[in-house]
């Protein structure tokens, strides 16, 4: 383990679905260690499955709490063996997965008080939870409670000019109203309700750490504009349900939420000095990860294609989430998701290209921009937006057709998936062309022939930065950030500097131009 003795450290956590992880960074942005314990293997006892208890209706997902608490005692034993000198910790930070909910029953805040250091948490906070499986952000049993909300406010669109988003099942208000509504005691004797993000940093802090306001726009309960809750939204979701989440706060900029509790100086060795900036959620926990510069825009090309933009204006919409942005809390983050993405590209490289990454960028460099008009739209599982399936495929006279050659096929598909990323990115408020800069990131971004193709269609410059766990180190960088309050520029000032692979291609604008305005009526006729 590489040890800087001179400088402070800043560490991140970052409580994702499946694992916890913690990376050390030094002043210079160097990473100098890194652990992380994952709930299935290294809990087997909790008997999750991807750190989830998928129930029997298959649309109710949740997490035990309890597990969570145990993986932190796990973790941080791993990494005081290994030598690591907590007592060089500055300040620490992180993430949780977004909208998941956590309820402490009446009496935990006492306890969190009063950790004894000679016994692990998990022991003393066994009886702190008033429900002991949390909901998690897979969970998609409350389409009643998205109706009953958007209802109360006066529809979708008014609830997404309000909170960022319209009714969506994961959303941790619609959450909370079904446990006020189906488990009406354990609801009335819940004294908190953390997020996960939140509920990390009150473990950090040994008292309840407030909901900081990038996580808070994941509830459908935050008004983002004037960064307070909404009466009329918690009115619908709760009985005191104010009184239940506390105040919300900034994410960063010279805002922390507490000192390190007495237990981590004592159990750990941490300086009783070190702060807890507020944790957030891990969408913007990777955008700050990423270091971006202000009107960024991020392409994610993974499992799934995640656009995530930083915003000075938002626009309220049916699609797509806005969140307030974790580094600036006057701009915003949009993250707009797509289901079909890496899978569905494999799926034509091995029909199209016999399985060779070489022979699918061949493909691409042999057609041309545009296709000469044929354009295909391929969503193998169902699309989020639109939300709809299946393939179809229209040639230069907007005729149906059966197929395309190979070389179409192979163009066709990511023409018509970053048609659909530039086009959501749009609705969502941003304003693309040459002066943005799109950085890719995810398996796909190795490859640059798919990266000139984004460039084209976005005509935009394409960067590509390639930053693992981007959740915990934006929580090391957020950590920083909070307590240094220097520009966010100087705090990543030794992130790797992302690097230009593609700019667009003379013409690229006139032809996307046009074929976006296709792209747009045809998937409004699917
Ligand atoms: C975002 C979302 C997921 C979780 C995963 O809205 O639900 O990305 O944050 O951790």
């Not at 009886?127 to 952000?137: T, Y």
């Amino acid at each position: 383990m590489a040890q800087d003795t001179g400088s402070g450290v800043y560490l991140g956590f970052d409580f994702s679905t499946q694992q916890i992880k913690v990376i050390a960074v030094n002043e210079d942005s160097k990473v100098l260690h890194e652990a992380a314990v994952k709930f299935d293997t290294d809990l087997p006892e909790f008997k999750t499955q991807g750190g989830a208890h998928i129930h029997d209706d298959k649309v109710t997902v949740t997490a035990p709490t309890l597990m969570w608490v145990k993986a932190l005692d796990l973790l941080l034993d791993q990494v005081k063996t290994s030598g690591f000198d907590f007592s060089k910790v500055l300040a620490i930070s992180g993430a949780g997965q977004q909208h998941g909910s956590v309820y402490w029953k009446t009496g935990a805040q006492n306890t969190l008080r009063q950790l004894d250091p000679v016994k692990p948490l998990h022991q003393q906070l066994q009886d702190s939870f008033s429900v002991a499986d949390s909901p998690i952000w897979m969970d998609a049993s409350t389409t009643t409670q998205c109706q009953q909300l958007e209802t109360a406010v006066g529809g979708p669109m008014r609830l997404a000019e309000i909170t960022g988003a319209r009714g969506f099942e994961r959303y941790t208000g619609n959450q909370i109203m079904k446990i006020s509504q189906t488990q009406p005691d354990a609801y009335s004797k819940t004294e908190r309700i953390s997020l996960v993000s939140s509920f990390a940093a009150t473990l950090f802090c040994g008292d309840y750490a407030p909901i900081d306001y990038s996580d808070g726009s994941g509830m459908n309960l935050l008004d983002i504009v004037n960064k307070s809750w909404s009466q009329e939204c918690l009115k619908a979701c709760g009985e005191n349900l104010a009184e239940k989440l506390g105040e919300p706060v900034p994410s960063t900029l010279l805002w922390y939420v507490g000192k390190i509790s007495k237990y981590f100086v004592d159990r750990y060795g941490f300086s009783p000095a070190c702060q807890v900036v507020a944790f957030t959620g891990d969408n913007p926990a990777s955008l700050a990860g990423l270091a971006p510069r202000e009107g960024d825009a991020i392409v994610s090309l993974g499992t799934s294609d995640t656009v995530f933009l930083w915003l000075n204006e938002q626009k309220a919409g049916l699609e797509g989430h806005i969140f307030v942005n974790p580094i600036d809390p006057m701009d915003y983050m949009a993250l707009v998701c797509f289901k079909n993405g890496s899978l569905t590209r494999e799926r034509i490289q091995k029909e199209c290209a016999s399985g060779s990454w070489n022979t699918f960028s061949s493909c691409l460099t042999s057609t041309p921009m545009g296709n000469n008009g044929n354009i295909g739209i391929y969503f193998d599982t169902t699309e989020i937006q639109p939300l709809a399936m299946g393939t179809s495929r229209f040639n230069s006279n907007g005729e149906k057709v059966e197929s395309f050659s190979p070389e179409v096929e192979v163009r066709a598909v990511l023409e018509s998936q970053f048609l659909a990323r530039r086009m959501y990115a749009e609705l969502r408020g941003m304003s693309v062309g040459p002066q943005t800069r799109v950085l890719a990131t995810g398996g796909a971004s190795s490859n640059k022939a798919i990266l000139q193709v984004l460039s084209d269609v976005f005509n935009a410059p394409v960067y590509v930065t390639d930053v693992p766990n981007s959740a915990a180190l934006g929580g090391c960088y957020r950590a920083k950030h909070g307590v240094t309050g220097m520009n966010f520029s100087e705090v990543v000032k030794g992130h790797p500097e992302p690097v230009c692979v593609a700019t667009p291609t003379k013409g690229s604008a006139e032809i996307y131009q046009r074929l976006s305005e296709r792209y747009k009526a045809l998937e409004q006729q699917m």
